[in-house]
C-alpha cells in the first residue's frame, strides 16, 4: 500500500509538531489528555523526506498507526503482490553464480585444480546461519580446520574468499572478529587457515619459520580502540603472533556513530524547510554538512576502499577485511574495493552480482538495519549502511562518469527499493530467513527490473575503461560532497541545479514527443547525450540502408580508367617494374599530378611515376598510356558552374569545387 505514491513500508515515525518552534512532540502527549487537539501531523520517511499534514489528523493518525507497521514481513506488499509475478520477475533472484564468477577471474573451483574449493559444510546453515551455503576456502584447509576457525570466529563467520585477482592471483577475504576474549585466546586452527589463505595467493614472500609464505594484510574496518574494547565482551583483534600478516585499523565508525550522523543531515534539510531568509544557512552551509560528520564517515569508508584496492591491484598482497561481525563495514570495503578493481563490477550485470554476492548472500542484515515496515524508535539495529555505500558509489560515479555503465537514477532506485517493501531482493536478514520465507518464490527481484531499464545507462560509460580504477586518495577524497540530489528530495528548496528548460535536438520519448526538460544539470547532460547519440544511430541506419540500395558511387571522368589488375595481367608485371627507369614526366604534367592527388577521394589519381591510383579501390595496375586532361589553370569560367561529381554550384572565378575538389569539365 502506498500513501499518495509513498511506500507505507518506508515510514519511519509519526510526530505532533509544536506550533511555536521546529522541534516535535511525541503522539502521547495529545493522547493522554490535557486539552490539546492536534491540528497537523508530520510524517517521516526513512529516505529522509517528510510530510507535514494539516487538518483533522487524528483519524489519519489512526489509520497510519494501524497500516503504516506490520507484524511481520510476510505482510509486506512484496509477498502480496504474488499474484502478478511473472517468470522473469523471478529469475531475477537467480542473477549470481559463484562458479561463474570465480570462472571469470580465472579460478576452476569444479575440477580441483586451484588453491581453492567450495566446501559444503554450510548447506543446511548449521555452522554459520548468516552465510550462503556455497562457501570458497583455501584448497588445503580440509573441513575439520574449516569447522574448527568457524568455532573461533564471531557468529562462526570464518573468512571466506570474494575475490581472487585474475593477473597477480591476490585475494579479497572477509570474515568477522576472532573470539580471543579478556584472556586473548589462540586458536592454532585459526592460525594454521590464515596461512593457508596466505599460500594460496601469489605476492610479496616474507620469511616466516624458516620458510617461504605470503605476506597478507589484515583490514580491521574499526577504530583501534573500540577494537580492542571488543575484548571485554568476548570478540577482539587479530593476534600479534602472525608472523606473515600484518594489521591495521581503518577507524570506520559503527553503526550508531552512522544512525546519528545520517539524523544530523535529515535535521539539515527539516531545518532549511523552517526558516523563510535562507540567505545565512546558504553562506555557511558547507561549515553545516561537515557539522553533520556523514562526509567523514562517506571520506573514511572511501578511503578504506581504495587502500584495499591498491593493495590488491598495485602491490598483489592478497587482503583480509573484517570489522565486528563482518556484515556491515566489511561488506563496504569488500564491494567498492571490487568495483574499483575490476571493471566488470562497473556494468550494471556486475555491479548487481557485487550487491548480491557481498551484501544479500554474505549475511547483511537487511531486515534489522532497514527494517521495513517498522518504526525507527522500535531498536537501536537500524543504521544507514547499504545507503552509505550506494552513497560512496555516487561519489565515484560524480567524479569518474565515463568508468561506470551505470547512472545514479539507479543508485536513488535501489536506495528507495530497500525503504519500499517491493521486492523482496532485500527482505531478510541472511539466506537462510530469506529461504524459510521463500522469498525466491513469491516476490519479485530488483535485478529483472533493473536490468531492462534502459534509463539506468550511462551514457557517458566507455567499455574500453575495464582496468583497475586507482587514482590518488586525495583526488578522490577532497572532492566528497553530500547526495543533495536524494537526501534532500522533499525539501522545499533546490537540491541541485535545475537543468536547460529546452529539451536538446532529436530528444524524444518513446511516444515520439519532445521530452520534457531535465531536473537538474546531470540529467540534462544524460539527456543531451542519449540525443546524440539516437541521432548518429539513426544516421548510420539511414546511411547503411542507402548503401544497401543504391549503385556504387560513380567515378570522376576527369580522367580515362584502364582495365583493373587480374591474374592476365601479371606477365606485364616485369615490364611495368621496367618502366619506372623511364624519364620523369614534363614539368607542367608533374605539377598537374600533384595538384589532382590532393581532389576528391571519389575521383581516381596520378602518382609521381605516372601511374594510375584509385583512392577507394586501390588495384595495381600495369603502366599503360593514359591520357592527361587540360590543366584546370587552363579552362576560364564565364559563369557559375555546377560540379559533375557533387552537383555543388561554384561560382565563376572558382577552379575547383569547393566540396569535392574537382575541376570543371
Known sequence: MAMYGMPRASIARLLYPQATTSSSRPLNTYTNGGGLIPTRLVVKFKDLRSWTLEGDVTKLLLTLNRYAYVDSPLSLFAFKSMEFLTPEDLQGHALYDL?????????????????????????????????????????????????????????????????????NGAALWRCAQPNRGILHTQSPADEEYLLHIARASSGPTSLCSGTKTRTIWIADCRPELNARVNNLTGGGTESGNLAHARVTFLNIGNIHAMR?????????????????????????????????????????????????????????????????????????????????????????????????????????????????????????????IFLQFLDCVWQLIRIFPTHFEFNERMLETMADAIFSGRYGTFLGNCECERGTWSVRERTPSLYASVLKDDRFVNPFYRGSNTAALLPDPSSVLRQV???????????????????????????????????????????????????????????????????AKSSPLPRSPCVSYPPLYSAAAESDMSARIQQKNQPELPIDQQSFSNDFHHSSSNCSSISSDGSLNDARTPPVLPRTPTPYPTSAPMLVQTAPWTCGLCTKTNAANVLQCVVCGRTPR
Open 481 to 547: 560532497t553530500l547526495w543533495s540530489s536524494y537526501y534532500f528530495r522533499g525539501a522545499p528548496f533546490p537540491a541541485s541545479p535545475a537543468g536547460n528548460p529546452t529539451p536538446p535536438m532529436y530528444a524524444v520519448n518513446d511516444s515520439g514527443e519532445d521530452t520534457a526538460a531535465s531536473s537538474g544539470a546531470q540529467e540534462d547532460m544524460e539527456i543531451a547525450m542519449m540525443a546524440a547519440l539516437r541521432r548518429i544511430r539513426a544516421l548510420e541506419d539511414e546511411l547503411d540502408s542507402a548503401t
Open 260 to 384: 546519528e550522523s545520517i539524523e544530523a543531515v535529515r535535521s539539515l534539510g527539516g531545518f532549511m524547510a523552517s526558516i523563510n531568509n535562507t540567505e545565512s544557512i546558504d553562506l555557511s552551509w558547507g561549515t553545516r554538512v561537515e557539522d553533520t560528520k556523514w562526509l567523514l564517515h562517506v571520506r573514511r569508508v572511501l578511503s578504506g576502499a581504495l587502500q584495499v584496492a591498491r593493495a590488491l591491484e598495485a602491490q598483489a598482497t592478497t587482503v583480509v577485511v573484517h570489522c565486528s561481525d563482518g556484515w556491515d563495514r566489511t561488506a563496504q570495503l569488500c564491494g567498492l574495493a571490487q568495483l574499483l578493481v575490476d571493471g566488470h563490477y562497473r556494468t550494471r550485470r556486475g555491479f548487481l552480482e557485487v550487491i548480491e554476492k557481498e551484501w544479500v548472500r554474505a549475511g547483511h542484515k537487511f531486515q534489522d538495519r532497514v527494517a521495513p515496515g517498522k518504526a525507527e524508535d522500535d531498536d537501536d539495529q537500524q543504521a544507514p
Open 99 to 167: 562458479y561463474e564468477d570465480f570462472a571469470r577471474m580465472g579460478v576452476a573451483l569444479r575440477d580441483g585444480s586451484s588453491a581453492y574449493r567450495v566446501t559444503e559444510l554450510n548447506t543446511a546453515f548449521a555452522m554459520c546461519p548468516t552465510y550462503p551455503r556455497q562457501l570458497v576456502v583455501p584448497a588445503a584447509a580440509s573441513d575439520s580446520v574449516v569447522g574448527a576457525v568457524a568455532s573461533f570466529r564471531s557468529k562462526g563467520r570464518l573468512p571466506i574468499c570474494s575475490y581472487v585477482h585474475a593477473q
